[in-house]
């Protein structure tokens, strides 16, 4: 079949981001027989414009529309993103008569609510590498599209499963449509690298676990190494590996770093830690193997907080890593969390206390926690009347502890951090 896919995104929210996912669904479409066209809208200038002209030019059957964010998370001056979503899949309806789809992080997070506000036909929630060929089979057969795992209809009340394929090397790890010649020599532009999906840590706030499931699937080694080497041999240089958390399981890094030492120093590449349990031996190989910045999402230096949070690890355990990676050349980007059940004014001037005598090369700060639906942090704001119900939720809510408003705000503002 001829099928359009379209990256609705139109948001720099903290760095230029390819459409990877999508990219990814394109490259497992074409591999299935389909012929695929591919729509990047960041830097379509005229929306309504680029999309007639490319569904004029390719005549798709299906137009599959991926949804990265809904809202910006700002909770000072939030954005909601799917007003100009809808925008988008009004210039489908338009252009075409084809059915759209739609996918991504930000629909498998509200499949239903998403589905219903943007007046979609089908959904996919989670993996789309299997979904949308079998998706696309049915359609052409004229079957029933419900026992295909992840697929919501339109009209259909409750939520699907989360699909999730358990072998993800039947899949590439990359798409033609992905490339961006202009950009490889760019010190801002890092190509995207996922070796693994899923996180079993239950962290309080976090939606990860509706995208991707609480399984760890693991890429092979060999496949991720052989994708990167072909990229860095068409002159990509830098690598970011968007795991949540590239350390677990840490057979799994060592691994991945034992391969790309081999490519090293061509090759340098950034990624997440879940700052528990990373020792030497790994913080070594990561910088033999080209790693230069790592990111530590340790949101808090209160361990009351951490605890409330589930997290599983302490300050002295953040701080750790947090030198061992300074002592091996690997520049460390750190995250702090404000505002969550329990926060009060004394926390937070320990936490950011605790930020500053990392001395880290960069910190980003959020007052107050997006809440996401099938969370604890969900749970408790319903308990506690912050919202009435997780059905509200696919327009921006927070959560922020009583008696921090508006000092926090007041005091990030003068924090120098």
């Not at 100009?84 to 489908?92: D, G, L, P, T």
């Not at 590498?129 to 026992?147: K, S």
């Amino acid at each position: 079949m001829r099928v359009l896919l379209i990256a609705a995104n139109t948001e720099r929210i903290s760095m230029v981001a390819l459409p990877y996912g999508l990219g990814l669904v394109a490259a497992a479409l074409r591999r299935a027989g389909h012929t695929v066209a591919f729509l990047d809208l960041l830097d379509a200038g005229d929306l309504r414009a680029a999309i007639q002209r490319t569904i004029h030019g390719s005549a798709p059957e299906v137009i599959g529309l991926s949804i990265r964010n809904i809202d910006d998370q700002s909770r000072q001056e939030p954005h909601f993103l799917l007003e100009k979503a809808r925008e988008v899949v009004a210039a489908c309806r338009a252009a075409s008569q084809a059915p759209i789809v739609l996918g991504g992080p930000g629909y498998s997070i509200f499949p239903r609510e998403t589905l219903a506000y943007l007046a979609a036909d089908y959904g996919i929630r989670g993996d789309g590498e299997a979904a949308f060929p079998a998706l696309l089979e049915r359609l052409r057969a004229g079957r029933d599209l419900r026992d295909v795992p992840g697929v919501q209809v339109a009209g259909d009340r409750g939520d699907t499963t989360c699909a999730a394929v358990a072998d993800l090397d039947r899949f590439p790890l990359w798409d033609k449509a992905l490339d961006r010649p202009a950009d490889r020599e760019s010190p801002e532009f890092w190509v995207p690298v996922q070796s693994r999906r899923g996180c079993p840590n239950d962290c309080s706030y976090c939606s990860t676990a509706r995208i991707q499931g609480r399984t760890y699937r693991c890429r092979s080694p060999r496949q991720v190494v052989d994708t990167i080497a072909g990229l860095a041999r068409r002159g990509y240089r830098r690598f970011y590996f968007v795991d949540n958390s590239f350390n677990l399981p840490e057979a799994q890094a060592l691994a991945l770093c034992r391969g790309l030492l081999t490519l090293a120093p061509a090759v340098q590449w950034r990624c997440i830690l879940y700052p528990q349990g990373v020792g030497e031996e790994l913080v070594r190989a990561m910088a033999a193997s080209g790693c230069v910045e790592a990111s530590l999402g340790f949101e808090s230096g209160t361990p009351a907080i951490l605890k409330e949070m589930n997290k599983r690890f302490t300050p002295d355990e953040v701080r750790r890593i947090s030198d061992l990676l300074a002592a091996h050349g690997i520049r460390r980007m750190g995250f702090l969390l404000l505002g969550g059940p329990g926060e009060t004014r004394e926390t937070v001037e320990e936490s950011l206390a605790f930020a500053r005598s990392l001395q880290l090369d960069g910190l980003r700060v959020t007052a107050g926690i997006r809440i996401y639906p099938g969370t604890a942090l969900a749970r408790r704001a319903l308990q506690e009347g912050v919202i009435a119900s997780e059905e509200a939720l696919l327009y921006p809510r927070f959560y922020l502890a009583p008696g921090l408003e508006p000092w926090l705000q007041d005091r990030l503002a003068t924090a120098g951090v």
